[in-house]
Structure formats: C-alpha cells, structure tokens
C-alpha cells in the first residue's frame, strides 16, 4: 500500500498507473520540461497522482492547498505563465477559475485518469523527454508574511540531492507507515512525500481532526 485514509487505500501499482495516465494526458497537451503545471487541491491522498504525474511529464509542479492556498489564482497564473492548472475536484473549480485567462485549461484529476489513449500512445507509453538537471522540478510559495508571496525555484538536481539526504537521514522501508501531517504546498512536506514514496513505505492521512492526537 503506498496511500491510505481511512478506510481508503492506493496500492503502489495502481498510483503508478495513475501516474502514468496523469503524464501522459498532460504531454497530450504539449506540457513537459520548462512548463509549469500549478496541482490545486486538498491536502491529502488525493493530488498525489497528478504530482507524480507532473513529474513524470517532466514539468514543474506547483503545489497549491485549496484550503490555503499560498498565492491567489490569477496571481499563479501570470506568475508562472501556466496553461494548464489541476485541480482535485469539479467543485474545485469555484475557487477563483471564472477568473482566469481564457487560454488556461482547467483540468481535474478525473478527467484526466478518465482520457483514452490513443494506440500509438499506449505503445509508447513512458517515453517521455527527460529534463536535464538543471530543469525546475517544482515551484514552492512562501507564506508571505513578509509581504507578497515569493515563488522558490527548485531545480532537479537540488531535489535529487535533497531526496539522497533525506534518504540516507531517515531510511525507511515497505513495512513502515508515516503519518503525513504537513500539507503538500510546503517545501518539506513535498520532500516528505516523495523521500518517503521513493523508499516504498505507507503513507498515511488521518481523517481525524488535528487535534485529536489520539485518533491519529
């Protein structure tokens, strides 16, 4: 099991699957390195596949918490120019898309996994362009509270070091579960979602309020 909450659980096979369909939609749209792809949902489980699957485009995710988000949406659109943005729900949509530039496609998640590939496609399935180290791997916000909210390049090859770290600090393995208790718009809780992912363990949302120390 590689995601679960509650009673909900993703196997390794099927996030990885999902993953694939997620990347293989967005290079559908011509979106790969030097794009950015903006993943706007709730914290938890849910977004997980289309941030693997930004990846795997080789794009640059920004990670955006619906419930927080950390820079309003016009504002992330002009930033980073993006032509796409993926959200985690059609109800997700109300928050602020009636505002955007006509140009920018707003996808769910859904609708995306829900695609069909084309023959050729399929058969080519994962044969992707690799970015080169130096390619943006994802664009973090800050909390702004020094003014306007500033977005924080990170490239491929400081993610890649980071995840070596991390890693080699914390190893951890099939048989271990991590309570995934930051959200994925910040810096470590992205780099504790992919560190812990690329090791093979569990990863676990509680459905349980915050403070409910117990039921987590």
Same mark, same amino acid.
């Given at each position: 099991?590689?995601?679960?909450?509650?009673?909900?659980?993703?196997?390794?096979?099927?996030?990885?699957?999902?993953?694939?369909?997620?990347?293989?939609?967005?290079?559908?749209?011509?979106?790969?390195?030097?794009?950015?792809?903006?993943?706007?949902?709730?914290?938890?489980?849910?977004?997980?596949?289309?941030?693997?699957?930004?990846?795997?485009?080789?794009?640059?995710?920004?990670?955006?918490?619906?419930?927080?988000?950390?820079?309003?949406?016009?504002?992330?659109?002009?930033?980073?120019?993006?032509?796409? *943005?993926? %959200?985690?729900?059609?109800?997700?949509? @109300?928050?602020?898309?009636? !505002?955007? &530039?006509?140009?920018?496609? +707003?996808?769910?998640?859904?609708?995306?996994?829900?695609?069909?590939a084309s023959v050729e496609e399929?058969?080519?399935?994962?044969?992707?362009p690799t970015p080169a180290r130096?390619?943006?791997?994802?664009?973090?916000y800050t909390s702004g509270s020094?003014?306007?909210?500033?977005?924080?390049?990170?490239?491929?090859?400081?993610?890649?070091?980071?995840?070596?770290?991390?890693?080699?600090?914390?190893?951890?393995?099939?048989?271990?579960?991590?309570?995934?208790?930051?959200?994925?718009?910040?810096?470590?809780?992205?780099? *504790?979602? %992919?560190?812990?992912?690329?090791?093979? @363990?569990?990863?676990?949302? !509680?459905? &349980?309020?915050?403070?409910? +120390?117990?039921?987590?």
């Amino acid at each position: 099991v590689a995601l679960s909450c509650g009673p909900n659980r993703k196997t390794y096979r099927q996030l990885v699957d999902e993953a694939e369909r997620i990347a293989a939609a967005l290079s559908r749209r011509g979106i790969g390195p030097g794009c950015y792809v903006p993943v706007i949902g709730e914290r938890g489980p849910t977004v997980v596949p289309a941030i693997l699957g930004v990846i795997a485009a080789g794009a640059a995710i920004v990670p955006i918490d619906a419930s927080e988000p950390a820079v309003e949406f016009p504002e992330l659109v002009a930033d980073t120019e993006a032509a796409c *943005l993926i %959200l985690d729900e059609e109800e997700t949509q @109300a928050l602020g898309s009636e !505002s955007l &530039a006509p140009q920018v496609e +707003v996808c769910t998640i859904a609708g995306l996994l829900g695609e069909e590939a084309s023959v050729e496609e399929k058969m080519h399935q994962g044969i992707r362009p690799t970015p080169a180290r130096e390619d943006l791997c994802y664009l973090i916000y800050t909390s702004g509270s020094s003014g306007r909210p500033k977005g924080v390049m990170i490239e491929h090859q400081s993610m890649d070091n980071t995840l070596r770290w991390r890693c080699e600090t914390v190893p951890v393995n099939q048989n271990d579960r991590l309570l995934m208790l930051l959200s994925h718009q910040f810096d470590a809780g992205l780099g *504790l979602l %992919l560190s812990s992912l690329i090791q093979g @363990a569990q990863l676990v949302w !509680s459905d &349980a309020k915050a403070s409910n +120390v117990d039921a987590m």
